[in-house]
């Protein structure tokens, strides 16, 4: 193999591998830890090959390698993402206005996911449907009849990743199955150590924090609530979600 090339390293963009080399049609793997995930793009010879990504992972040494069937390495190289900011989100309500700050680096397919949902402009006129006081709040999935829009694709669970369920943090809801997470999100309102995932395929990813409006989210913590639609712990008054725009 003679050589790699890549055609932008720019966060969150498709990004083309271009892999130069002999005898590609007998077999290769590439490993790229940044690409939410990897597809070889149609034309291929045993002398080219172009692959397709999405660059969702950041930091200044992110390490790939290209491997022949059997295993021995036939290049490697290093990808620079480096980000000047960690990306926010400015989540407006009807209580109130709450900034939050995600970390790719600790949680990028999550992250990249809230980013995806946020704009298409989903979270609009959507509820905090759960919750619950001195524990959490939790939306981003219901209307305010307590219905389910149609969402995208779950993703797999990111724990452990370093970040843990601590007061005015954001994280990933999901069902018993463990990759199960769309678009439902929760706020912790205290320190939730008991929902951190200690081992890989247990508990719930923290992807980020609030910066701003941490009293907005304890607003939110205490209104009243009912039990509605087979659900406890609904707000008697819907909570909504006005906007939802990534604004660094």
């Known amino acids: 193999m003679t050589k790699v090339t890549t055609d932008q390293v720019v966060y969150r963009k498709i990004t083309n591998f271009t892999i130069t080399g002999q005898n590609l049609d007998k077999g290769y793997n590439a490993t790229i830890p940044?690409?939410?995930?990897?597809?070889?793009?149609?034309?291929g010879t045993a002398t080219q090959r172009v692959l397709?990504?999405?660059?969702?992972g950041v930091g200044a040494s992110s390490n790939y390698t290209i491997t022949a069937a059997n295993g021995t390495t036939l290049y490697s190289g290093i990808l620079d993402l480096t980000l000047k900011a960690q990306p926010q989100v400015t989540m407006t309500t009807s209580?109130?206005?709450i900034v939050l700050e995600l970390n790719p680096a600790r949680a990028p397919i999550s992250v990249d996911n809230f980013l995806n949902y946020v704009e298409s402009g989903f979270y609009v006129n959507k509820i905090f449907h759960?919750?619950?006081?001195?524990?959490?709040?939790?939306?981003?999935?219901?209307?305010a009849d307590l219905q389910q829009p149609t969402t995208l694709s779950p993703i797999k669970l990111e724990t452990p990743n370093g970040l843990s369920n601590l007061r005015g943090t954001i994280a990933m809801a999901r069902t018993s199955d463990i990759n199960s997470a769309t678009a439902q999100f929760y706020l912790n309102a205290a320190d939730n150590p008991g929902f951190d995932g200690l081992t890989a395929g247990t508990g719930y990813a923290v992807f980020g924090k609030i910066v701003t409006g941490l009293d907005i989210m304890d607003k939110i913590n205490?209104?009243?609530t009912t039990t509605a639609a087979g659900m406890t712990d609904v707000p008697v008054t819907p909570v909504f979600i006005n906007s939802m725009v990534q604004t660094q």
């Open 34 to 43: 940044a690409c939410l995930t990897i597809t070889e793009l149609a034309g």
């Open 52 to 56: 397709s990504c999405k660059l969702v």
């Open 95 to 97: 209580m109130g206005t």
């Open 130 to 143: 759960r919750v619950i006081k001195s524990a959490i709040v939790q939306g981003g999935g219901f209307t």
């Open 222 to 224: 205490v209104v009243p």
